[in-house]
């Protein structure tokens, strides 16, 4: 096969270890920045342009794309669907796991476990809106922050009304959460790839902090998931239709409740933690899907035929 790995870092652990499990079995890769790639629209030959050359021939594209680079990223992954190019990750499913709160409405209308979450865009009565999540603690999240940076734990109700009163100030939009205060600092990371959980960690913050980004100095260990959470892992994903995706929970009094499903989860943590050669399976994966594909086409061009 030849394959596109949609990445702006060649250097970055991920995308090295997708293009190396690539090529030990034996495709063609090709790293491409998504910012520098070039398209035309229209209906018979959409094409797109990377420095001076058609990108031509693809089988697969891996959308690598950070959460800065959304826009433009997913319209790049859209042109490859346009060409036929099987996309791990369909653009419409990345868009949709970038929103958090329609990520979080979608997984509550099909009886995902999440934190009870509240959001409001300029509340007269902060009151109630603290209320509707239990009171305080809670935990107050920027909409737009990722790696732990914009998630304060407000211990207060003093607290966490001058801290949604500054977020509103700034016109940032936010959301309100209950705090797991039983996870200890811990979340789970389950790695799903095509509908199965391949590879798991528990991360845990540093001594006294309620985030375990491992961004903010959180360490990840082995872990061993229960059934429930495997599954609540593996619906996730599909409610949100993603082939590969990673699923962050938290282990709360009332089951494991979902905090967010990412599009392009990291491969260093989970590799370095679970011993499992991820980048090898996600390949895997394609082969299967893309060979579906081909057979599918195959078929129906000789019904065609005959
Ligand atoms: P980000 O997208 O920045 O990673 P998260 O929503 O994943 O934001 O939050 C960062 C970390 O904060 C989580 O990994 C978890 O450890 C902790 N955390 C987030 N929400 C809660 C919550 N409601 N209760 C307890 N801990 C939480
Ligand atoms: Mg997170």
Request: aromatic share 4%; proline share 3%.
């Amino acid at each position: 096969m030849k394959i596109a790995v949609l990445s702006r870092n060649k250097r970055l652990y991920s995308t090295q270890r997708l293009v190396e499990a690539a090529e030990a079995r034996g495709h063609v890769v090709q790293v491409v920045d998504v910012l520098r790639c070039y398209m035309n629209i229209t209906s018979h030959r959409p094409t797109i342009h990377y420095k001076g050359d058609k990108l031509e021939g693809f089988d697969a594209v891996i959308p690598r794309i950070g959460a800065s680079v959304t826009f433009y990223g997913t319209a790049v992954v859209r042109q490859f669907e346009m060409m036929n190019v099987f996309p791990l990750n369909e653009s419409v499913a990345i868009t949709r796991s970038r929103d958090k709160l329609r990520s979080l409405q979608l997984l509550a209308r099909k009886g995902i476990g999440l934190p009870v979450t509240g959001f409001a865009h300029n509340p007269d009565d902060l009151d109630d809106l603290i209320g509707t999540v239990g009171g305080a603690p809670l935990v107050i999240k920027l909409l737009e922050g990722t790696q732990g940076i914009g998630v304060v734990l407000a211990e207060t109700k003093k607290a966490a009304e001058s801290v949604i009163q500054a977020f509103m100030g700034m016109k940032a939009n936010i959301m309100i959460q209950e705090f797991i205060k039983e996870a200890g600092g811990s979340d789970l990371r389950c790695f799903v790839v095509g509908g199965r959980v391949v590879a798991t960690m528990k991360r845990q913050g540093p001594e006294g902090e309620f985030r375990s980004n491992l961004h903010r100095g959180g360490t990840a260990s082995l872990v061993r998931l229960t059934p429930e959470e495997r599954s609540t892992a593996v619906r996730a994903a599909r409610i949100m239709g993603l082939d590969v995706c990673g699923v962050d929970m938290l282990r709360s009094n009332h089951g494991p409740v979902v905090m967010e499903v990412n599009s392009s989860p990291g491969l260093e943590g989970i590799e370095k933690a679970s011993g499992k050669d991820v980048a090898g399976l996600i390949i895997q994966y394609i082969e299967k899907r893309v060979g579906e594909l081909k057979d599918s086409t195959s078929r129906s061009k000789t019904r065609g035929q005959g």
